[in-house]
């Protein structure tokens, strides 16, 4: 993709080793087209380097980041799970560490972009083409849409000689601004990782269905035939659902508390697009979909 906010790693570190008292998913694993037969995803639409080229000009316009719960381990101790609340005022954000209370201000133009030589994209369904970046430090599995952007990410670090590895989805883009008008649909995929256990930071993968009630003024969210893509077989659990999620008027929506809730917004002109982040049966994950 790459999605990577760097500075993340920076405050989860900062918060885990002074409230608290490596490794993260490396390359290899399956080709594109046994993920491709694995998943029913069909053959890539699109290159890595043209989601890369494409990324700045989305940032460029972005008022939305949404980050899921950070879950992780260090070489020295446990680590508590914790949310990184994050507002925005157009490119300036502001994350908030709900474990310590620590604000971190930076702008989204401190997002780094993969230059796509380090990326591989692995299937396209909906319009939405997933790409699997695996860097020394970082690790995504995601996609850039036109509007937004989403991905999860598991990352490993060594500070102050404390290994720490991470886990966590994140989402943004240019908000619509508004509720949708009337009923509607989005269809994409979804991306995720168990949050814990030994299966924790494969990579997991299915498709993503949003509905949207004008009615009720609310939103229905349904992830299925999740896949876990490292062990080539479907996930323990292969349905997540998310019902009645209020809509709020600028086109936000959020519902549940951390290990079972959904958080996302839509993009672009006429609600284009759709893109969060979830968490629910020991998945921590995000979804991106299309009108």
């Known amino acids: 993709m790459t999605m990577t906010i760097r500075i993340l790693a920076t405050i989860a570190a900062a918060a885990w080793l002074t409230g608290c008292g490596g490794g993260g998913s490396g390359g290899g694993g399956p080709t594109a087209a046994a993920i491709q037969t694995l998943t029913?995803?069909?053959?890539?639409?699109?290159?890595?380097?043209?989601?890369?080229?494409?990324?700045?000009?989305i940032v460029s316009r972005s008022d939305s980041l949404i980050v899921s719960t950070f879950h992780g381990e260090t070489s020295e101790s446990s680590v508590p799970t914790f949310r990184l609340a994050s507002r925005c005022s157009g490119a300036s954000c502001v994350v908030t560490n709900t474990l310590t209370g620590q604000d971190i201000a930076f702008s989204l133009d401190d997002l780094e972009f993969d230059e796509g030589g380090a990326s591989q994209p692995i299937g396209t369904a909906h319009g939405v083409t997933l790409i699997w970046e695996a860097g020394e430090e970082i690790s995504a599995l995601g996609a850039w849409m036109d509007?937004?952007?989403?991905?999860?990410q598991m990352e490993a670090a060594t500070i102050q000689?404390?290994?720490?590895?991470?886990r966590y989805g994140l989402a943004g883009g240019d908000l619509a601004g508004t509720s949708p008008t009337g009923g509607a649909t989005w269809l994409g995929l979804m991306v995720g990782t168990p949050a814990?256990?030994?299966?924790r930071g494969d990579r997991l993968v299915g498709t993503a269905a949003l509905n949207y009630?004008?009615?009720?003024?609310?939103?229905?969210?349904?992830f299925s035939g999740i896949k876990n893509i490292d062990r080539g077989r479907a996930h323990s659990t292969e349905t997540v659902l998310f019902q009645d999620i209020p809509m709020r008027s600028d086109g936000t929506f959020q519902a549940g508390l951390t290990g079972n809730?959904?958080?996302?917004?839509?993009?672009?002109?006429?609600?284009a697009e759709a893109?969060?982040?979830?968490?629910?049966?020991?998945?921590?994950g995000a979804f991106g979909a299309t009108r």
């Open 40 to 57: 029913g995803l069909d053959a890539p639409a699109e290159t890595a380097l043209a989601q890369a080229a494409r990324a700045p000009a």
């Open 261 to 271: 809730r959904i958080q996302g917004s839509f993009y672009g002109p006429g609600h």
């Open 161 to 166: 000689g404390v290994d720490i590895e991470a």
């Open 196 to 199: 814990t256990g030994s299966e």
């Open 275 to 284: 893109a969060g982040i979830f968490e629910q049966s020991n998945i921590v």
């Open 147 to 152: 509007h937004s952007g989403f991905a999860v």
């Open 213 to 222: 009630d004008m009615g009720i003024g609310a939103l229905d969210a349904a």
